[in-house]
Antibody, heavy 119, light 108 residues
Framework: QVQLVQSGADVRKPGASVKVSCKAS????????IHWVRQAPGQGLEWVGR????????HYRQRFQGRVTMTRDTSTSTVFMELSSLRPEDTAVYHC????????????WGQGTLVTVSS | EIVLTQSPGTLSLSPGERATLSCRAS???????LTWYQQKPGQSPRLLIY???TRATGTPDRFSGSGSGTDFTLTISRLEPEDFAVYYC?????????FGQGTKLEIK
């Protein structure tokens, strides 16, 4: 069965960086895009960006340009999202989610990773 | 960037009643790029409807989606206890994905 399993919760200080992982299983890793969507406590969903595991090409939401980096490791079927220059308002649950390229919706989601930014 | 506005913010209904949730876009959305998700507390979102009206695998047929252009609707014909949750619409356009702010469906 399709699974996206994310790394555990993390606490970082303002100005630091965080790297969250998303390990895929149950399907051909390079055949689907992986997106990152975040959700601040008690708030709605916000798209951060996506990576094509097949070629590593990324596309980030403009407001995260320069602060976010998405990479992949095809040997372990894992995608990574690194967010730098963290601010308290980056505190959120970060989800990875899968897209069949071109369908523009997310059919499977990871369980989410809580990133807390606090001094 | 296309802004999606969902209404109402909270909808209080009883099991067995009909629920109508609205999603309005700031500019026209391609229908094939309009999606609905359900999210329960402590869980990740779950895909319900894609392409504005196509039920995802496992979505009960009491859920239906409709609409085009800037106005889309999610209807739940007869509410079951497990349907009380937050519902989000989402679109893809102008190289970006955006979500509505959500409608919380609560038990009256």
């Amino acid at each position: 069965q399709v699974q996206l399993v994310q790394s555990g919760a993390d606490v970082r200080k303002p100005g630091a960086s965080v790297k969250v992982s998303c390990k895929a299983s149950g399907y051909t890793f390079t055949s689907y895009l992986i997106h990152w969507v975040r959700q601040a406590p008690g708030q709605g969903l916000e798209w951060v960006g996506r990576i094509n595991p097949s070629d590593g090409i990324t596309h980030y939401r403009q407001r995260f340009q320069g602060r976010v980096t998405m990479t992949r490791d095809t040997s372990t079927s894992t995608v990574f999202m690194e967010l730098s220059s963290l601010r308290p308002e980056d505190t959120a649950v970060y989800h990875c989610a899968r897209e069949i390229e071109g369908t523009c919706f997310f059919d499977y989601w990871g369980q989410g990773t809580l990133v807390t930014v606090s001094s | 960037e296309i802004v999606l506005t969902q209404s109402p913010g909270t909808l209080s209904l009883s099991p067995g009643e009909r629920a109508t949730l609205s999603c309005r876009a700031s500019q026209s959305v391609i229908s094939s790029h309009l999606t609905w998700y359900q999210q329960k507390p402590g869980q990740s979102p779950r895909l319900l409807i894609y392409g504005a009206s196509t039920r995802a695998t496992g979505t009960p047929d009491r859920f239906s989606g409709s609409g085009s252009g800037t106005d889309f609707t999610l209807t739940i014909s007869r509410l079951e206890p497990e349907d009380f949750a937050v519902y989000y619409c989402q679109q893809y356009g102008a190289s970006s994905f955006t979500f509505g702010q959500g409608t919380k469906l609560e038990i009256k």
